[in-house]
């Protein structure tokens, strides 16, 4: 009676931590860290600037954020005013179990933009909370409701901590940042927030919502590795799919799409691993190379990522990548090559157009 209690026991835990890895892939390779439950107090960055830590309540959301400033710009007790405010901002978004919100690759003040970090109000620190019910991790039927107290962040609460210019406001995703950003927070409030690019790191959905807005202008980067992970293999081309369209349906041309829109998967990495290291590496040099991608001529690991995603949707299939750009040009369209990446640099060294 004994040994076959024991051999039950044995299928139900190894059932159960199948179950568990199948219903939220996304956190398999992330690591697992204890949290605060409150903010902390200031700290020095990697280039001595200030780090603050703090959190609001918005719509009953507890949001958490660590914004990296001058010490100049970071608004004083009394809410006076100081600095200039014409840095941008770069809003990192991490990966279910929010380990890129503690190590917060961003931080720092880089090529004009400070790093900020946001942490998913979700007790299981995932952006846009958890289906039981869905096996794959991309279902997020908190999606909208994250993002709105995102918004209001961003537009009400954050000047009120730090003084920057609300027309450079840059986005980054990590793994599941990158299916709420994709998903919901660009469809619904790209537009009306006027960001001027993103990255999405190994993670995309097509919008789950009505896009608010004209979004044919925003300069996006994919960027993922052959190992992705299967669901990921599939969701991240339907997602640069449908951002294509609406910059076609909006009128662009291939080649200004081309410039606008890049995808890479060439790093022979896992999930994230854009090094072909380690996740936490890998999100580290994805943040290292933020301007340079946005810019459009970064490379990772040697290798040029920054290509257009016409013919370069199924990012995944053999041979995909390099060569897309070479098939936008064979038909004669690529002209005027880096000059709508050119005008996103002139945001990035602090002037505007």
Not at 78 to 103: E, P
Not at 235 to 254: F, H, M, N, R
Not at 323 to 334: K, L, M, P, R
Request: hydrophobic fraction near 40%; proline fraction near 4%.
């Amino acid at each position: 009676m004994f040994p076959q209690l024991i051999r039950i026991s044995i299928l139900l835990s190894f059932f159960s931590s199948v179950w568990l890895t199948s219903a939220a892939p996304l956190e398999a390779r992330q690591r697992n860290r204890k949290i605060g439950k409150t903010a902390a107090a200031a700290t020095t960055a990697t280039d001595g600037s200030t780090i603050i830590d703090k959190q609001v309540v918005i719509n009953g959301l507890t949001m958490r954020f660590k914004v990296s400033a001058p010490a100049s710009e970071i608004v004083s007790v009394n809410g006076a005013a100081a600095g200039t405010g014409n840095l941008g901002i770069n809003v990192l978004f991490h990966g279910d179990g929010g380990q890129s919100f503690f190590d917060f690759p961003n931080q720092g003040v880089n090529n004009g933009l400070m790093g900020v970090a946001l942490l998913s109000p979700d007790a299981q620190r995932r952006w846009g909370g958890f289906d039981p019910r869905d096996q794959t991790g991309l279902v997020r039927p908190d999606g909208a409701a994250h993002s709105a107290a995102v918004n209001q962040l961003l537009t009400t609460e954050l000047p009120k901590f730090v003084n920057f210019d609300s027309t450079k406001i840059f986005m980054e995703g990590v793994s599941g940042g990158s299916l709420l950003l994709s998903g919901f927070m660009l469809p619904t409030f790209g537009a009306s927030l006027g960001v001027p690019g993103a990255v999405l790191g190994c993670g995309g959905l097509a919008p789950q919502v009505t896009v608010q807005g004209d979004l044919s202008n925003l300069r996006l980067h994919w960027q993922s590795t052959v190992d992705e992970l299967p669901d990921l293999q599939t969701s991240i081309p339907q997602a640069i799919a449908a951002y294509e369209k609406l910059a076609s349906d909006a009128g662009l041309s291939a080649a200004q799409i081309g410039q606008l829109q890049t995808a890479d998967a060439s790093p022979n990495g896992g999930h994230c691993a854009f090094d072909e290291q380690d996740f936490v590496s890998g999100v580290q040099l994805l943040s290292d190379n933020y301007a340079a991608i946005i810019n459009g001529n970064a490379a990772l690991n040697g290798v040029t990522v920054t290509n257009a995603v016409v013919g370069n949707e199924q990012l995944f299939a053999t041979g995909a990548g390099a060569g897309a750009t070479g098939t936008v040009a064979a038909t004669g369209t690529q002209t005027g090559t880096g000059a709508t990446r050119n005008r996103l640099a002139t945001f990035l060294r602090g002037g505007r157009n």
